[in-house]
T-cell receptor, first 116, second 116 residues
């Protein structure tokens, strides 16, 4: 059973470009979470999605950031008009329906975004 | 509201000596608590979890943690440090929205250095 997959692993963008980060949850998982880790900081929750629904986006910046988890295909975190402050590691996690055993989330390897 | 506070940003030990990484939590209900480890430029790996079963929780690689309700603590310990333990460790609490839905709240992390 493959784990959570994220691609690309590394992404370089120039200021003003768009960044699209992809996350494929573990097989059978229908809950996806995105977290951001800024340099020298812990992970901060961004958004929680189930298939075709955003459950909680309280951690998402109000502008330029959006996320989706379509019925088919991976979850996408999209950052429009990137700025240098968006440089960070973005982690995706997944969990089974009903929260799974003990509310555990399984993390992907992360996408490291660098904005030049 | 749920939160965790990691009391030390850096801990340095010698190989073969005990490890203690401190974490205090705040929760309005019986919490689910986790410790994750992150090696440099890697994803997150679950070390152990507490979910209201035994208060002494054993994890991977010889780590364990004790849930102490009276002290609102969930400190991570290991009897004898190994060079490969050098990494960043995150104490995490699960924040429940309602039912089985929730997300993870991370501490700021503790960087563990192991000297030969």
């Amino acid at each position: 059973n493959a784990g959570v997959m994220q691609n690309p692993r590394h992404l370089v963008r120039r200021r003003g470009q768009e960044a699209r980060l992809r996350c494929s949850p573990m097989k059978g998982h229908s809950h996806v979470y995105w977290y951001r880790q800024l340099p020298e900081e812990g992970l901060k929750f961004m958004v929680y999605l189930q298939k075709e629904n955003i459950i909680d986006e309280s951690g998402m910046p109000k502008e330029r950031f959006s996320a989706e988890f379509p019925k088919e295909g991976p979850s996408i975190l999209r950052i429009q008009q990137v700025v240098r402050g968006d440089s960070a590691a973005y982690f995706c996690a997944s969990s089974p329906p009903g929260g799974g055993r003990d509310n555990e989330q399984f993390f992907g390897p992360g996408t490291r975004l660098t904005v030049l | 509201a749920q939160s965790v506070t990691q009391l030390d940003s850096h801990v340095s030990v010698s190989e073969g000596t005990p490890v203690l990484l401190r974490c205090n939590y705040s929760s309005s209900y019986s919490p689910s608590l986790f410790w994750y480890v992150q090696h440099p430029n890697k994803g997150l790996q679950l070390l152990l979890k507490y979910t209201s079963a035994a208060t002494l929780v054993k994890g991977i690689n010889g780590f364990e943690a004790e849930f102490k309700k009276s002290e609102t603590s969930f400190h991570l310990t290991k009897p004898s440090a190994h060079m490969s333990d050098a990494a960043e460790y995150f104490c995490v609490v699960w924040r429940r929205y309602g039912g089985s839905q929730g997300n993870l709240i991370f501490g700021k992390g503790t960087k563990l250095s192991v000297k030969p």
